[in-house]
């Protein structure tokens, strides 16, 4: 028997899925311990590339780096600007202005909403009953999040004071007021 077939598909993806949500609630833990005990958001996305590039150099190296086995260096390099770096950059400063669980629910959040969006217009995929409610179910979530939000800040009676203190993080509702 091969290998493929001694495994249940609907238990791997399980096992990986909770996986895949162990470790990145780990990494938005670490994220939020670093920037507390004094890194920046530059020194923690520095830490987040170069000791992963350091242990999968070898894997590069094997597959060929001349060409990056087959990719290519302009797009390599493409893709390490701006397939990671700022988006890490903007998250980790993120975690300056907000609580952890509002990170770690609002950005995979968004992520999944901006993909739905690009998915549509840049390639023509169709939206789906089931994925326009799962859409309106984030966006009520992330709506949810706001209110609750702005309620516990004082003063945040306007609902420009709640969008600005929200999108701030420490903003003044009183000027709108």
């Known amino acids: 028997m091969d290998s493929a077939g001694r495994f ?30 004094g890194f920046s958001p ?22 060929g780096i001349r060409d990056l086995n087959g990719i290519g260096w302009g797009r390599a390099i493409l893709l390490a600007i701006l397939g990671g770096p700022c988006f890490v950059l903007i998250s980790n400063a993120g975690f300056l202005l907000v609580p952890l669980g509002h990170g770690g629910v609002i950005q995979p959040s968004s992520a999944t909403l901006g993909g739905l969006l690009l998915a549509t217009i840049w390639l023509g995929e169709k939206i ?24 516990a800040l004082p003063n945040a ?3 420009c004071g709640r969008c600005e203190s929200n999108l701030s993080g420490a903003g003044e509702p009183r000027r709108y007021a």
Do not use: M
């Open 8 to 37: 249940n598909s609907t238990a791997v993806g399980i096992v990986c899925g909770i996986g895949a949500s162990l470790f990145w609630a780990a990494g938005f833990a670490g994220v939020r311990h670093g920037l507390t005990v």
């Open 42 to 63: 530059l020194d923690l996305a520095i830490h987040r590339y170069l000791w992963a590039g350091i242990a999968f150099l070898p894997l590069v190296v094997r597959a």
């Open 128 to 151: 789906t009953t089931t994925r326009a409610i799962g859409a309106l179910i984030i966006v009520c979530g992330l709506l949810l999040i706001g209110v609750e939000s702005a309620d």
């Open 157 to 159: 009676s306007t609902l």
